[in-house]
């Protein structure tokens, strides 16, 4: 599908740290005119960190714009100059005390579509060693130790509502099916 807007004028509304707001004047459908205001919020990753017989991790954390204990998946913004990976990687041993010595990117996912941008690239996590926890300063999180499964129920019974930490919690469920699948396929057809 082609856009159907054209940019007529865009302002500034205010800028923070990683966030951006800004406020566009397009001409759209049948020549009219449109107001758009878009929030800009850095680029972030996601990871998830699965252990060889079946658990994750995630965290818990009270996140001030909910004023509310949130369960995640280790995740946060892309500095500049770093890949997507290299943030993911970092983020599971800021807030996890962990480092992956296999990961596995499973695509991009936006939060948002109609007046946000934050895209936010995910990644599993394999082969996992312990190394001490380095969390910014304001973040106070608990590790948290469950089985997929249960993660996965912990997202539809409403538990976890972090966007990229459901999208990442069922893409990893499926991922691993299909492997699984995959393996008894293969031995079958070694039979």
Known sequence: ???????????TICESGVFHLREDLVEGPGQKRFTFTVAEIKSGSSILPVTDDGYVYLIREH????????????SG???EGESTLAAAQRELHEELGLVA???LELG?????????TSPNHQFLAFDLEEVRKDPDEAEVIERVK????????????NEITHAPSCALILKARLWMDDRANELDRSAGAGS
Not at 1 to 11: A, E, G, W
Not at 63 to 74: C, H, L, M, N
Not at 108 to 116: G, M, S
Not at 146 to 157: C, N, P, Q
């Open 63 to 74: 996140k001030y714009a909910i004023g509310r204990t949130s369960i995640e998946v280790a």
């Open 146 to 157: 469950v089985t997929l499964d249960e993660a996965v129920r912990m997202v539809m019974a």
């Open 101 to 103: 010595h296999r990961c």
């Open 1 to 11: 599908m082609n856009n159907p807007y054209h940019l007529l004028d865009t302002r």
């Open 77 to 79: 913004a892309i500095e």
């Open 108 to 116: 991009t996912v936006d939060p948002f579509t109609t007046q946000l």
